[in-house]
């Protein structure tokens, strides 16, 4: 059998600032095979996007990956040459950010970047390359492409310097595209564009993704598999459907439930309590302990993340039961 397209084993990446070391990344495993979507979810600190910057190389210090294996088809990043990882950066892994200007430069215009992007992977002639960049612009709904590849970015809006931005990290057709709440300043009509297209890429290329989100509603559509990140480790994982369908976490049970549309009209809406403790200064034993309704005196030690269910994983040591959560 292929090696999976990306095999995670206990990543951990820290940060060593004066005030302490911050564990933003702390034993983290998951694998996305050929063709597939992982939705990587979780509260703002999570450490999700610490991981997708982990894995392609663009964690800054004071952080670094203290320990783990990242392995792309086989070959362990984390042990390679930073001229190794320029070569597979923007070429078989891309990566799209939640702000497009990060990747965008404000003083060239839109073709000179585009087509620089694949002649730095690509020896194809300036042509050709505008012919690919051309195409993918149209291919992320860009109307009169020719006409935006002469424009600057601050020439587009915002949703548009966005669309810009997916299209440089589709250039390529990846095998690994890392995604960074890339929608979440898109309308709805270019968002559900925008997703079936890289759901097509995925099925016809693929081309394997790592969408990382706080919508749920998203990762619902799009996503094979979910991992659902707290405090910079992972707490359940497993197929999305179910998973969202019965969560074995309290955690996950708290953020699908914080969904407005799964409140009745009229009552208040539901909210985990409290809020995500700091990665400087985190409680001994589970690191939820403080917000969760089923928490006990066992919950003073740290929980091992575990398979209660075929293909299902949660760290807990009160797990939900489909039982108790569908009578909840």
């Known amino acids: 059998m292929a090696a999976p397209t990306l095999e995670v084993r206990n990543l951990r990446t820290h940060f060593f600032t004066r005030a302490g070391v911050v564990k933003a990344v702390d034993d983290v495993s998951f694998t996305v095979e050929r063709g597939k979507v992982l939705g990587l979810v979780g509260e703002s600190g999570s450490g999700k996007s610490v991981t997708g910057f982990s894995i392609i190389g663009l964690v800054d210090p004071p952080g670094r990956v203290v320990g783990g294996q990242i392995l792309f088809q086989g070959r362990d990043l984390a042990r390679i040459s930073e001229e190794e990882m320029r070569d597979l950066r923007g070429n078989r892994i891309a990566m799209i950010f939640q702000d497009p200007m990060m ?20 020896k194809v002639s300036a042509e050709e390359a505008r012919q690919r960049a051309r195409d993918t612009l149209g291919m992320v709904g860009i109307p009169s492409p020719d006409e935006r590849l002469k424009s600057y970015p601050h020439q587009f809006s915002g949703g ?3 669309r810009v931005a997916i299209a440089i990290a589709l250039l390529h057709e990846p095998d690994l595209i890392i995604a960074d709440e890339p929608t979440t300043a898109l309308d709805v009509t270019i968002q559900g564009q925008i997703l079936a297209e890289v759901q097509k890429l995925a099925a016809t290329t693929g081309t394997s993704l790592i969408w990382i989100t706080h919508d749920l509603s998203v990762v619902a559509g799009l996503a094979d598999d979910i991992a659902v990140m707290y405090a910079g480790r992972i707490v359940e994982k497993g197929d999305v459907s179910a998973v969202l369908d019965a969560p074995l976490h309290p955690y996950t049970s708290g953020l699908i439930g914080s969904v407005p549309s799964r409140n009745k009209r009229g009552e208040p809406l539901r909210q985990i309590p409290g809020m995500t403790p700091s990665l400087l200064n985190l409680p001994p034993g589970c690191a939820f302990r403080s917000r969760c309704p089923r928490a006990a005196e066992a919950c003073l030690a740290e929980p091992e993340i575990r398979e209660l269910l075929p293909g299902r994983q949660v760290r807990c040591f009160h797990p939900l039961s489909e039982t108790s959560e569908q009578a909840a």
């Open 103 to 122: 990747t965008l430069n404000p003083v060239l215009r839109v073709d000179t970047q585009m087509i620089e992007t694949v002649l730095a992977h690509k």
């Open 160 to 162: 548009m310097r966005q």
